[in-house]
Every structure is written in C-alpha cells, then in structure tokens.
C-alpha cells in the first residue's frame, strides 16, 4: 500500500519533447508538492498545491505546468524539454494544520534528456 | 530568506561506530522545524528524525539522536551503532511555519554522503 507513488520511475526523452510525471497519494493530505533534485544532489521546491490551489510556484520556467485534478493527485507537466531539466523529480504531500507537518515523499522519477 | 549548510560531503565510518552529521542554518524566525532525510541508494526520501525548535529537549528515534542548539543554529545528527543499511545520502532541512495551507516548503542542505563499512 505505497503511500506517495509516481510514474513512471524513469523516463528518457529527447530535447523539444513533452513530457508528464504522475503523482497519487492514498495518505488523505490536502498538500501536494514537487521537489526538483539536480545533479548535484541538491534538492529545491518547485510548486505547492493545498486542495487543488496552487500556493507555491518557485521560480520555475513557465515550460513547467502543475495540474491538481483533486487533492490526491498531482501531475507535472513539461513542454520543450531542454537538457538542463533532467533531474530527479520528487513528488511529496502532507497534512496542512498550520503547523509544520512532516512531508513524505515519493520515490523520484528520473528524467534524462538527450 | 533561510539557508542550510552541511560542511561535510562525505563521511565514512566502520560498523557499530557512531557516527555525527553536522548540519548549521541561517534564519531570522524564533518558531521553526528541523527535520534530517534519507536518501538510500533506491533514491527514496525517508525521514529519520524532526524537531520543532520551541522544545528544547533534543528529539531521539531509536538510534538516532539530534544535538539542537538554538543560539548557534546549530542541528546535528548521530547515529549510534551503525548498521549497513544507514549507508544513504543525509539530508537536513529547515521549515517556517506558516498560517497559509500549503506554504511551508522545506528548504535542503547539500546532503552527506554517509558509508558504513563493514
């Protein structure tokens, strides 16, 4: 009973192409995130959603597009891929009480573009 | 806007040593979280261990245990009797609080890469 899961794990795609990665989460939480994690390892906040309302929106180029369908899901979709946005990208959701709630993630979908 | 540091890209360690991860941050707020991540080779993000900075007792799971100093923003990891399976990328992270739903985004260190040798 996976908690956070996203598809597909890996995609491998060529430059120009439009891609989409999926996220569900069967926790109830009412907070979706995405999370980019670049070669480096370093991970950085790219969008928040709280019940299908977009709350974050990091400085992300707008070839980025989040879509929220309902508050268990998540998708991310990316127009003209360009070879700097392969990465790991990691879905994650929580809770939202007003207070810090801890965020759990999913296992990262790995994007490669050529 | 917040910062997290952790000074050391690798460490290495033997099995059943402990071992300390050191993690500094830079904020202006007084109420905040701090939360250490692991990254294991399978890439998932699992969390060990969280501490909210208005309790000064120092939070422990099992194992693993936090040295939280506050006037020196200072949130350190260690990890006592190491296994095997600790071997994973670390990471610490810092969260405001925040009384707009969905807002509170964690904010990543560069991660240590942590190898336990058998």
């Known amino acids: 009973d996976t908690a956070v899961s996203q598809t597909p794990k890996y995609l491998v795609t060529q430059m120009g192409n439009d891609k989409s990665i999926k996220c569900e989460q069967n926790?109830?939480?009412?907070?979706m995130y995405w999370y980019k994690q670049d070669s480096k390892k370093f991970l950085k906040i790219m969008f928040s959603?709280?019940?299908?309302?977009?709350?974050i929106n990091e400085t992300v180029p707008n070839r980025f597009s989040p879509k929220s369908p309902d508050k268990a899901h998540l998708n991310l979709h990316i127009n003209s891929l360009e070879l700097g946005d392969s990465a790991v990208y990691f879905c994650?959701?929580?809770?939202?009480?007003?207070?810090?709630?801890?965020?759990?993630f999913g296992p990262g979908t790995r994007l490669l573009v050529l | 806007a917040q910062t997290v540091t952790q000074s050391q890209p690798e460490m290495s360690v033997q099995e059943a040593e402990t071992v300390t991860l050191s993690c500094t941050y830079d904020?202006?707020?007084?109420?905040?979280?701090l939360f250490w991540y692991k990254q294991p080779p399978s890439r998932q993000m699992i969390l060990v261990i969280r501490?909210?900075?208005?309790?000064?007792q120092n939070a422990t799971e099992n194992r693993f245990s936090v040295n939280f100093q506050k006037a020196a923003k200072s949130f350190s990891l260690k990890i006592s009797d190491s296994q095997l399976g600790d071997t994973a990328m670390y990471f610490c992270?810092?969260?405001?609080?925040?009384?707009?739903?969905?807002?509170?985004?964690?904010?990543f260190g560069q991660g240590t890469r942590l190898t336990i040798n058998p």
């Open positions: 926790l109830g939480h009412d907070t």
């Open positions: 904020t202006s707020e007084n109420n905040y979280y």
């Open positions: 994650a959701s929580s809770q939202d009480f007003g207070v810090a709630e801890t965020q759990y």
């Open positions: 501490q909210e900075a208005y309790k000064q």
């Open positions: 992270a810092f969260m405001k609080p925040s009384i707009i739903q969905g807002a509170q985004k964690l904010v």
């Open positions: 959603y709280n019940n299908k309302e977009l709350i």
